[in-house]
Nanobody, 124 residues
Framework: QVQLVESGGGLVQAGDSLRLSCAPS????????MAWFRQAPGKEREFVAH????????YYADSVKGRFTISRNNALNTVYLQMNSLKLDDTAVYYC?????????????????WGQGTQVTVSS
């Protein structure tokens, strides 16, 4: 089974930028349609962004639209999340997901493969 590894998290100040990366560990076949979710302390995991296999279709949560950009490099089998103008509310563990089952891109249950997450902390 494919395992996903996220990287790029860290501690930044409000207004700063970060870029997260997600790639399968080891030799893996294509990860197909992928997404980013996040979970803040004491809150449920929530959808952030989704990108199709070709990269031509992307969807974003309203809370990050205009600030975050999801992209992918299929040659490197890597998906990115560029996060600009970070806010305190963006503090969370960010997870990438793959194995989309086609039952709703914003639903956790629509993905069967998850990474361990990377912490993003935004300070004032």
């Amino acid at each position: 089974q494919v395992q996903l590894v996220e990287s790029g998290g860290g501690l930044v100040q409000a207004g700063d930028s970060l870029r997260l990366s997600c790639a399968p560990s080891g030799r893996a076949t294509s990860t197909g349609t992928m997404a980013w979710f996040r979970q803040a302390p004491g809150k449920e995991r929530e959808f952030v962004a989704h990108i199709s296999w070709t990269g031509t279709s992307t969807y974003y949560a309203d809370s990050v639209k205009g600030r975050f950009t999801i992209s992918r490099n299929n040659a490197l089998n890597t998906v990115y999340l560029q996060m600009n103008s970070l806010k305190l509310d963006d503090t969370a563990v960010y997870y990438c997901a793959a194995g989309y089952t086609g039952t709703g891109y914003s639903r956790q249950g629509s993905y069967n493969t998850w990474g361990q997450g990377t912490q993003v902390t935004v300070s004032s």
